[in-house]
């Protein structure tokens, strides 16, 4: 997630009026809360507004590139019909554990495949078996200096009118800042460059959270 963009109070309001969050995305929500690496977690607006956009697009099949203790994937999974399939990619099973049961407890893992392994390894295996074209919407967030490579192969694996949403791409405001050159910040300000000069795609980019890209394949 970053840092959010708003100050606390207006933050801390809005996830007051999120109504359709459920009891186990809330707890889950908690747990992560006073995890080390707390600050991964999406917040519960970006997960109300995922589960809005898959439930609108009427996805099936959908994709996500790091997923961490699972709270991204209960918001897309949950907005799937039943026999969708979100599958889910990560390289960690100690943080997956801790999804995997919050997934089942929510009655969603038969909708999810967990697949731990490099996030690209697993991408170009389903471009490989032929599955371009058949996914509805991808969520992308992992180390941000493979965002580039996981956008070009989601892009392929879209269909026409599929949905690609990014996070953290302002950074906590780093990608506006000359100073900052770090391989993450630079990384983030170079894709935001080219999805908005893609004549592949339609793009948006939300201020929600630590910056929400949402990209339409054309």
Request: aromatic share 6%; charged share 25%; net charge negative.
């Amino acid at each position: 997630m970053g840092r959010p963009l708003l100050a606390e109070p207006i933050t801390d309001y809005v996830t007051s009026l999120i109504a359709t969050e459920t009891d186990v995305q809330r707890r889950l929500r908690d747990e992560t809360a006073k995890h080390p690496f707390a600050m991964m977690q999406i917040s519960a607006d970006q997960g109300t507004f995922l589960s809005l956009i898959v439930a609108a697009i009427k996805a099936t099949n959908a994709i996500e590139i790091g997923t961490f203790t699972g709270y991204s994937a209960l918001a897309i999974a949950r907005a799937l019909p039943k026999n969708g399939k979100l599958i889910c990619c990560d390289i960690s099973e100690e943080w997956t554990a801790i999804a995997q049961r919050y997934w089942k407890e929510a009655q969603l893992d038969k909708r999810i495949e967990l697949k731990i392994a490099p996030a690209l390894e697993t991408l170009e295996g389903l471009i490989g078996k032929g599955r371009d074209g058949t996914f509805d919407f991808a969520f992308i967030d992992a180390d941000k200096t493979g965002y580039d490579a996981y956008y070009e192969a989601c892009l392929k694996l879209l269909r026409p009118n599929g949905l690609i949403a990014i996070d953290n791409v302002l950074w906590s405001g780093a990608v506006a800042d000359a100073s900052r050159t770090d391989a993450d910040t630079e990384a983030l300000r170079a894709l935001n460059t080219k999805i908005s000069n893609d004549a592949r795609v339609d793009c948006s980019l939300l201020t929600i959270g630590d910056g929400l890209m949402l990209v339409r394949k054309r």
